[in-house]
């Protein structure tokens, strides 16, 4: 027999004074992530998002014969006709990426039972193995002891014929059954009983969360809600942590995660940070801060987010819509729009929570998120006060490149292709991503790539969510987003624009302060470039301080 293979992903995350949060986050893997994604729409019979999922869950090197068993398995728990149309889904999509010159590795290949003991005890003892529980006899209660055909099949097909396979571990399949039960809705006494023999086989609490998290973006509020309950339950059942929502950091500040819609309907995913010696019976300013293109809220707005309330504000980071806990489909597309909906939609929360004055909300955007931001306190005037950090404006850097180095006709050239690739995915082929940041350095590759590297493809910034990889076709709407077209407007409101003396990226920021009206200021953090404004103690400190007494004097 098999040894059961726990497969755990461990991410370790140091925020805090020195740029990171301290907290140690058992994150699900990418591949993991795809696995939940493929089983629920496969079970869901949502074909043309399992499509995307698929080749995702290949890109994410998933290979051909680990998808291939998490198709068959699932048809125990949703039928061969799911099973079956998400297999011929499969090859449909194999078929376009060799099209394309793609070779998926195919991987090995399920090993043949050779055991030829007692098919019925062999499903039983594996069955033992996951739940840790020896099985005497067979059940003469409940639907065993009223079917006992179905009784047989479970345990000779099941539990041997199925789990007995190879080519996935036991908390693979776990996963798999666990994501289709709960997608599917309506389970929650079978739901309850594989969460428990998840967690027997390795899956953490945390993963169980994020597994919820995931259905939740994908397939809807209901099914993750009720997901939820069970999970609670079985984890208090077995006297475990089973809140999610709240926690406490190592420097007294308490986190609450939150959800939100925004107009799209999109369930835009956050953490609430609450001052140090909180007081529920009192009002605070609260400031909304936006993470940058291709980032996540657990990297520099989640750091800002936590300076902040240190400070003594009630401060939200969140995932933007299409990225990390949020939801939106398609997923890692960039839509301008909707990124600035976001910040509307964080001021509708705080403005209806009964600890923020609505009088005194502000927001920081840090990157693209600034540039987001300015735009949303143009046409949101519960916004009071915007600050900026390293601004890039993401329609000029799209349309012009960094530095306005894209001529017209190179332009031109990139529309020309944007729709011939929408061309292609309307007839079916496969989705065109492109990462924003390399995921190897080349020896062309300038400084500025490098200072992006470092950030986020390292542990001082990276994270699980945090791909930066987008759809090629976003590249249209972002060359259409002009954020400073009407900047005049946000006045008498006032905005802070806070620059790294050696970042890049300034004039963006010196660009939007010469076509705002007053009250404005342009700050230069000395020695500063732009990513180092996102986390290195020495630049945030005078950041910080400049942030807190400009919302201090206008956030009364």
């Not at 004074?17 to 907290?23: D, K």
């Not at 800002?304 to 299409?322: N, P, R, V």
């Not at 492109?434 to 062309?444: D, G, H, Q, R």
Request: a neutral charge; charged letters at 25%; aromatic letters at 10%.
């Amino acid at each position: 027999m098999r040894k059961i293979n726990l497969y755990i992903g461990i991410i370790i995350l140091l925020l805090g004074i020195s740029g990171n949060i301290n907290a140690q986050d058992k994150m699900l893997t990418k591949k993991q992530e795809k696995i939940i994604t493929i089983s629920a729409f496969a079970a869901k019979g949502e074909l043309d998002k399992l499509k995307i999922e698929l080749n995702a869950g290949l890109d994410a090197e998933l290979t051909v014969n680990e998808i291939k068993e998490v198709l068959v398995h699932l048809y125990a728990y949703s039928g061969f006709p799911r099973s079956i149309r998400g297999l011929q889904t499969l090859m449909s999509v194999l078929d376009q990426r060799k099209a394309n010159a793609i070779n998926d590795n195919w991987g090995r290949e399920a090993s043949p039972i050779t055991d030829t003991r007692d098919k019925y005890e062999r499903g039983k003892k594996i069955l033992a193995e996951l739940s840790g529980v020896t099985i005497q006899g067979r059940p003469q209660t409940g639907y065993a002891a009223f079917s006992p055909e179905i009784e047989t099949f479970l345990k000779e097909h099941l539990f041997a014929d199925i789990f007995e396979r190879d080519v996935l571990t036991y908390a693979q399949r776990e996963m798999v059954t666990v994501s289709v039960i709960a997608a599917l809705g309506g389970l929650e006494p079978m739901l309850s009983s594989h969460m428990n023999l998840s967690l027997n086989v390795g899956i953490t609490p945390e993963q169980l969360n994020q597994l919820i998290n995931i259905i939740e973006i994908n397939v809807g509020k209901k099914e993750a809600d009720a997901a939820g309950t069970v999970l609670k339950e079985v984890l208090q059942s077995k006297g475990l942590n089973s809140d999610f929502n709240t926690s406490k950091m190592g420097n007294g500040i308490r986190i609450e995660k939150i959800s939100f819609l925004n107009r799209f309907h999109n369930n835009v995913v956050g953490n609430l940070y609450f001052p140090l010696n909180y007081d529920a019976n009192k009002k605070y300013a609260a400031i909304i801060i936006g993470h940058p293109f291709g980032g996540v809220k657990e990297q520099t707005s989640g750091l800002h987010a936590q300076k902040m309330a240190e400070l003594g504000y009630i401060t939200l980071a969140f995932d933007a819509s299409h990225y990390g806990e949020s939801g939106g489909y398609p997923r890692y597309i960039e839509s301008p729009e909707t990124r600035v909906e976001d910040f509307s939609a964080a001021v509708d929360f705080l403005s209806n929570h009964k600890n923020v004055k609505t009088e005194a909300i502000g927001v920081i955007g840090i990157c693209g998120g600034g540039g987001y931001s300015v735009s949303a306190a143009q046409i949101d005037h519960r916004i009071k006060a915007v600050a900026t950090i390293s601004m890039y404006d993401m329609g000029r850097a799209r349309r012009q490149g960094l530095g306005d180095v894209i001529t017209y006709d190179q332009r031109m050239k990139t529309l020309d292709e944007i729709g011939e690739q929408r061309t292609r995915e309307f007839k079916g082929e496969s989705r065109k991503d492109i990462a924003a940041i390399p995921t190897v350095l080349s020896e062309n590759d300038t400084e500025n790539t490098k200072e992006f590297f470092d950030y986020y493809r390292t542990p001082r910034g990276g994270h699980p969510n945090s791909t930066t990889s987008y759809s090629y076709t976003s590249l249209a709407p972002m060359m259409n987003f002009f954020p400073f077209i009407q900047i005049e407007t946000i006045s008498p409101r006032p905005l802070l624009f806070i620059v790294g003396e050696r970042a890049v990226s300034a004039y963006f920021s010196e660009d939007a302060y010469s076509k705002a009206a007053e009250p404005k200021e342009l700050y230069i953090v000395p020695g500063a470039s732009h990513v180092d404004l996102y986390d290195r103690p020495e630049y945030t400190a005078v950041s910080l301080s400049k942030l807190d007494s400009f919302f201090k004097q206008y956030l009364k």
